[in-house]
């Protein structure tokens, strides 16, 4: 027999359970599907190293609090500790900016470089802040239409402040701020979060909006709460690492009555004769069907791999064909003998500094080099650096005495001219232990294994299209309502009662769970709205469920 559920969640990443649990919590039955053997998706574990427990990402900065209180994570198990310092930025000359959790030490270490932007950096932070208040769009609901957000630009100093943030540069901002090279890198190296720009790429200050649209959509008093961090660092690091994150969230799921399955990769998505939703199709031909199935993995993976040809229309399928992705995220996992020290370190206090994240591109210059050789489909010569040893704050992360170090790197381009991964992912490796070095000089003393992940391998593990740990890029063309693409925006597809609830859609990656929040959202208000409007018309599927709402 034919299983049956009120909705199915493709996808056992963040963004599937946060929509998963809205639904649960609605009162539906609810089935979530995982094609690995493990849910958490990129914060669920990463096969990597005996003995050392890894996860592609690396921090929870962008978890919201809001999707914390209402899956009562905490309850269910997850728990922060609070490193002091949060964050260390190391720059040429065996000198650092350390970012401390006191206000008065985080100004006297930028007043290191310089007195002036001491001051100017919180007024950049507050540019943003302030600006994010006046167009007043909520991440926590679908986007506003390009027309509409423009009519919220409303007086010159409004498009000046729009046009520097979607057609300036990061680099050209920074500059009407600030002096000092150093803090300049500090918050170009955010804004590059938005995806693959350098601090030269038209549109890159958009990577340091998205925080500050947070606060203005969403106000919860919470212990957690990284949109606050002046730094735009995380409040604290969860015990277990990002596996944390995810176990608490299963247990949620459970508490909820949320059934998960893991190794069920589903191959298709059923569509009936009237293009709405039936149910989906698993690898092995098992058939579930449902009224309402999310999907949390890539718009071009659900749409053009997973739904029956026709069903689209053909302007969104060639705008989804058309989309770009081009990831250029590289995983390595090292598994240390000791405890790293920084070259800036004094003898006495190097552990305090090695509990925290890092952060290493120690230019703008470098960080524009960086991007340039993605730009020409080459590994980059000088790449890009964040990672942490979280087994300093849970030592359960590593074997007693050992040490699990996880850094994300960038620019490893998913195309790459006149080569490729198969023959450039040990080169690559070796480059990034060359500038690691220089900024911890003790790696090569403590490393005893090391391991790595190419845009091809995150593909193929994590079905992440072409590598892009975002799902495309957050930057100004795609984000808004062009996100993933304007016929899109709102969660819902062409084919009745299926939604995208992954990064790819507003308001894009990072761990925060809001498109799984929101997708949720929209798609219970549309099967309200439905059963509404006339119940003996609505579908037998719709309205079985329609007394659980």
């Known amino acids: 027999m034919t299983e049956k559920y009120d909705a199915i969640v493709i996808g056992a990443g963040h963004n599937g359970m946060v929509a998963a649990h809205y639904l649960g919590a609605a009162g539906l039955r609810v089935l979530v599907l995982e094609r690995r053997p493990t849910a958490g998706g990129i914060t669920g574990p990463v096969d990597s190293l005996p003995g050392l427990a890894a996860t592609v990402t690396n921090s929870p900065g962008s978890l919201e609090p809001k999707i914390v209180r209402d899956m009562q994570l905490e309850k269910h198990g997850l728990r922060f500790v609070k490193p002091d310092p949060t964050v260390v930025v190391p720059f040429h000359g065996n000198r650092a900016f350390v970012g401390w959790r006191d206000p008065k030490r985080v100004h006297e270490g930028l007043e290191r470089f310089s007195r002036h932007d001491a001051v100017a950096y919180h007024q950049v932070i507050e540019f943003f802040n302030d600006f994010a208040r006046r167009i007043g769009v909520s991440l926590f609901a679908p986007p506003p239409r390009f027309a509409e957000l423009a009519a919220r630009i409303r007086t010159p100093r409004d498009e000046a402040d729009f046009a520097a943030i979607m057609f300036g540069s990061i680099r050209e901002l920074l500059d009407d701020w600030l002096e000092s090279d150093e803090i300049k890198t500090i918050l170009a190296m955010l804004a590059q979060a938005c995806g693959n720009v350098g601090p030269s790429t038209p549109g890159s200050p958009i990577g340091l909006l998205q925080r500050p649209m947070s606060l203005a959509s969403s106000e919860v008093a919470a212990e957690h709460d990284p949109r606050r961090q002046p730094l735009r660092g995380s409040t604290g690091l969860p015990i277990g690492g990002m596996r944390g994150i995810a176990a608490a969230m299963e247990e949620s799921l459970y508490s909820t009555g949320v059934t998960i399955r893991v190794d069920a990769p589903v191959t298709a998505i059923k569509v009936g004769t009237d293009n709405e939703v039936l149910g989906v199709v698993l690898e092995d031909g098992e058939e579930i069907d449902a009224a309402l199935v999310l999907s949390n993995l890539n718009p071009k993976t659900t749409l053009l791999d997973l739904v029956p040809a026709g069903c689209l229309g053909e302007e969104i399928e060639t705008g989804l064909r058309q989309l770009r992705m081009e990831g250029a995220a590289f995983k390595m996992v090292l598994a240390l003998d000791g405890v790293p020290r920084f070259a800036f370190a004094e003898s006495d206090d190097y552990e305090q500094y090695a509990g ?97 992940f190419s845009p091809v391998d995150l593909e193929r593990e994590f079905g992440l299209v072409e590598g892009h740990q975002l799902h495309g890029d957050m930057t100004p063309g795609h984000m808004f309502s062009f996100r993933p693409i304007p016929q899109l925006s709102g969660y819902s597809t062409p084919v009745r009662r299926l939604y995208l609830c992954g990064s790819g859609s507003w308001p894009g990656g990072f761990v925060t769970g809001l498109p799984g929040h929101n997708a949720a959202h929209v798609a219970l208000a549309d099967l309200r709205a439905e059963l509404a409007d006339d119940a003996d018309l609505a579908d037998q599927a719709a309205a079985e469920i329609g007394n659980r709402l």
């Open 356 to 452: 925290c994240q890092f952060r290493i591109g120690p230019s703008m210059d470098y960080l524009d080099r960086a991007y340039d050789d993605y730009r020409y489909q080459r590994p980059s010569q000088g790449p890009k650096l964040w990672g942490l040893v979280p087994s300093m704050t849970d030592p359960t992360l590593a074997p007693e005495g050992k040490h699990l170090m996880s850094i994300n790197v960038w620019y490893a381009p998913y195309h790459l001219r006149d080569t490729d991964w198969s023959e450039q992912k040990g080169p690559f490796i070796d480059r990034c232990l060359s500038v690691l070095t220089e900024f911890i000089p003790n790696i090569p003393d403590l490393l005893t294994d090391v391991v790595g």
